[in-house]
């Protein structure tokens, strides 16, 4: 530590996940995206696609999947154009997941997050001195824990949901990581981290991605505008002094990058470095159009 305050980049960035063989936005509009998993085609809500889509009604048609939202939240049901599929294969880089027709709209992975877990995978391998010791708060399905450890990093993951947690280990033995050094933790974050500050572990690398709400296994409440502040404070104590990264993420509408970017900033006082933010976006396969997806705040020790 060099007793300097993180300095915040000037301009937001907006980092692009681009296509990879097991994922592309193939095209948006009309309050939806056309998105491919694998072999499956897949049409899904995306209310701020205000556009009209570029490809032809056939091509959003032959979709093998789409999901007709119930609610204003993430509730729905999937309808397939064939026989439902439970779960299939999917790969990035070297680790490998399972994805899944979930009944929350999503496909139990978030593709845009493959910006960050390219940042975490120089991060950890650039780290200096062997393994860096990480933790993966709300963990959930376990791609960014596994490409931490792919990288070569000892890894935490924490999540709530015990289901989740049973997902991201079904993913680490389809990623021959087992024999990693990975402990997987059913728990709620926030009061593992107290446990871990009385402790007094400490970690090189540490990844919060809350949701907007939750419940821990224990009915315990989370409330991100509420609770995030204090768990964040509490992870700025267990980045240990040649810590190299925090990444904040944040999918609720009345965040802002700057917001995270701020927190970090007086959590991390006396650390230097550097705060980068903005937004997280999926870059369409066709075109220059991409769709923003969540709010990022990323402190990096040099």
Do not use: C
């Given at each position: ?47 701020q696609c205000l556009w009209e889509p570029s490809l032809p009604a056939a091509e959003w048609e032959s979709a093998d999947a789409v999901f007709d939202p119930t609610g204003d939240e993430?509730?729905g049901r999937w309808r397939f154009r064939n026989e439902p599929v439970e779960t299939w294969p999917l790969a990035w880089g070297d680790v490998k997941f399972k994805g899944r027709f ?112 939750g419940r821990g296994p224990g009915g315990e409440v989370w409330r991100l505008f509420e609770d995030l502040p204090e768990l964040a404070k509490l992870c700025g104590r267990l980045l ?63």
């Open positions: 530590m060099d007793g300097q305050t993180p300095k915040i980049a000037a301009q937001p960035g907006v980092m692009r996940t681009q296509a990879w063989a097991d994922y592309a936005l193939l095209d948006s509009g009309h309050g939806r995206k056309l998105e491919r998993y694998g072999r499956y085609r897949v049409v899904r809500p995306e209310p993430d509730d979930t009944s929350f709209r999503h496909l139990a992975f978030f593709p845009e997050q493959a910006a960050n877990w390219e940042f975490l995978t120089e991060r950890v391998r650039a780290h200096p001195g062997g393994a860096a010791r990480t933790l993966n708060l709300f963990g959930y399905t376990g791609v960014a824990s596994l490409a931490m450890a792919a990288a070569g990093a000892s890894v935490t993951h924490v999540d709530a949901s015990k289901r989740a947690v049973a997902w991201a280990r079904e993913n680490a033995e389809l990623s021959g990581l087992t024999e990693r050094p990975i402990r997987w933790i059913t728990e709620d974050a926030r009061k593992y981290v107290q446990r871990e500050v009385r402790r007094g572990s400490t970690y090189e690398g540490i990844i919060l991605d809350p949701p907007k709400y240990s002094p040649d810590a190299s990264f925090l990444v904040l993420n944040a999918y609720a509408e009345r965040i802002s990058g700057p917001a995270l970017a701020s927190l970090l900033a007086q959590v991390l006082d006396g650390r230097g470095g550097t705060i980068e933010w903005g937004e997280l976006a999926l870059a369409q396969a066709l075109d220059d159009r991409a769709i923003g997806m969540s709010f990022y705040a990323r402190w990096s020790a040099t």
